[in-house]
């Protein structure tokens, strides 16, 4: 079968069962258009404007084969006037049925899935300032109020530590060490190892500091505390040291205690003239 309609052509191929649609005109932009339409005067919500349906009504089986297996229905959201022509797309499928909805897409672009997503290969990417949204999961918690549902932000990476003071830095001939940092929507756990080689003589003055983390600390007026280890390092008996992220500094701050009772700020003095003292320190602390 062939046939021509204004400059198109509708043919068979007798050997595939093939129809194929053509634009016979060779200009940039001459595609097939085929529009699907309807002669109802009035649309009003959930009305059916067009289907497209795929169907094996031949097979032998019967009952649920020969229903409907899947189909596309463009479905208007609400009465249509001068100013609103909104409309889904339902796509359908079956599996022991006539085909039901399982994917719709909004006038406004909003995909909706019944029954989960899987991605064999690439990224879910979301615009800047949005995420994933758990506002539809109960909020479970005792005495607490939940100021957020939506994840925002996930990253990971590295940074260098600095490790220097309060005072008068430190003379040496290197510094740093590779850091290591998560952030989950706005707050990030770090992972901190420093060193610094021969700190040289009493040239240093004040308290042992670590710049270089990767985010200003955010809460709202306090403190975090975290975990800190020193090797290599001038510490009195039964010192312990404690790590401090202060809001609003991007940088660690460390306080030492003498068998329980309170010491202050751990002073530079501690790693003067040691052979490339070294650290780690763990903290987790809000950010913007």
Known sequence: MAAKIKGAAIGEDANSTSLTLKNLATADNSTFTLTLQTAEADIAANDIIGTLNFQAPAEGTGTDAILVAAGIEAVSEGDFSSSSNATKLSFKTASS???????????????????????????VV???????????????????????????????????????????????????GASFYTKIGDWVSIQMNW???????????????????????????????????????????????MAFV???????????????????????????GQITPFGQVFVSYPCD
């Open 195 to 241: 060193f610094i080689t021969t700190p040289s003589g009493t040239s240093s003055s004040g308290s042992l500091e670590i710049t270089g983390l990767p985010f200003v600390c955010n809460a709202s007026g306090n403190s975090v505390v975290g975990a800190a280890s020193f090797g290599r390092a001038a510490m009195p008996s039964g010192v312990q040291v």
């Open 246 to 272: 202060y809001d609003n500094e991007s940088k660690i701050r460390f306080f030492a205690t003498v068998s329980g009772a309170s010491s202050g700020a751990f002073s530079a003095d501690n790693l003067e």
């Open 97 to 123: 049925e006539a085909a039901a909805e399982k994917m719709s897409l909004s006038s406004a672009g909003l995909l909706t899935v019944s029954n989960g997503v899987t991605l064999s290969d690439g990224d």
């Open 126 to 176: 979301f615009a800047n300032g949005h995420g994933i949204d758990f506002s539809a999961k109960a909020d479970t918690g005792t005495g607490e109020s939940a100021t957020g549902s939506v994840l925002t932000d996930y990253e990971q990476g590295t940074f260098t530590a600095n490790p220097t003071t309060d005072g008068t830095d430190y003379t040496t001939s290197s510094r740093g």
